[in-house]
């Protein structure tokens, strides 16, 4: 019965959040995915190219490190789809949600040094060893700030928003309960003025009428 109740800000019960961050989740490894499957490709074809056995053993350990990081993090982006397709129906949907955001932020982590690799690889026999250490430590760089330290950020200046709307809030209806009794109290005072004077108007004797047979000059001599 508790997964009916609604639990967020927008309404939603438990299996409609979990329902809408799987969603979420998807969207963002579809985007994920088409540049693991571009690097991927590359590295494929790169072994059948004539210049191919004229690279060097780094160049060659490079590219098969670079390889092997792209096929893990191929296998990591596909493994949420894995997960739901295997617990499909089985009432699991919050643990896969969870398990598949891990997944998830594994595979970003060694897409980073793919990348890294892929960019220190191509560097390396076009421009020399020095352009390529240097190409591939700003690979690293960028990744890690716009994947690592961006989010972080980002995540603290929300939180620190969140955490002051809480106080003017709170302060808005203690304002208004401190307000309503004055209300009250003037509300209170004008009721009872008016009640006084709605009194005072009854106790009040009315005017005698006067008789104009009795004021008016008498017509009789």
Not at 45 to 52: E, G, I, K, Q, V
Not at 101 to 119: C, H, I, K, P, W
Request: proline share 6%; hydrophobic share 45%; charged share 20%.
């Amino acid at each position: 019965m508790a997964d009916h109740r609604p639990c967020t800000a927008r309404g939603e019960t438990p299996l409609q959040r979990a329902d809408r961050n799987f969603g979420e989740l998807l969207q963002e490894l579809r985007v994920t995915q088409t540049g693991v499957q571009i690097l991927f490709a590359f590295l494929l074809s790169l072994a059948f190219t004539p210049r191919f056995p004229d690279l060097d053993t780094v160049q060659r350990a490079t590219y098969v490190t670079t390889l092997l990081l792209a096929v893990l993090a191929a296998i990591l982006f596909t493994a949420p789809a894995a997960l739901h397709r295997s617990l499909f129906q089985q009432g699991a949907k919050a643990h896969i949600v969870r398990v598949s955001s891990r997944l998830a932020s594994a595979g970003m982590g060694v897409l980073v040094f793919a990348f890294t690799g892929a960019v220190l690889l191509v560097v390396d026999v076009t421009a020399g060893r020095a352009g390529g250490l240097a190409a591939g430590a700003t690979t690293l760089l960028l990744c890690l700030g716009l994947w690592g330290l961006l989010p972080r950020l980002v995540r603290r200046r929300t939180a620190g928003r969140t955490s002051e709307e809480p106080a003017g809030d709170a302060a808005g209806p203690r304002a208004d309960a401190a307000a309503e009794p004055l209300g009250g109290a003037y509300a209170g005072a004008g009721r009872a003025s008016g009640g006084s004077r709605s009194a005072a108007a009854r106790r009040l004797p009315e005017p005698r009428r006067r008789n104009p047979a009795r004021t008016g000059p008498s017509t009789r001599r």
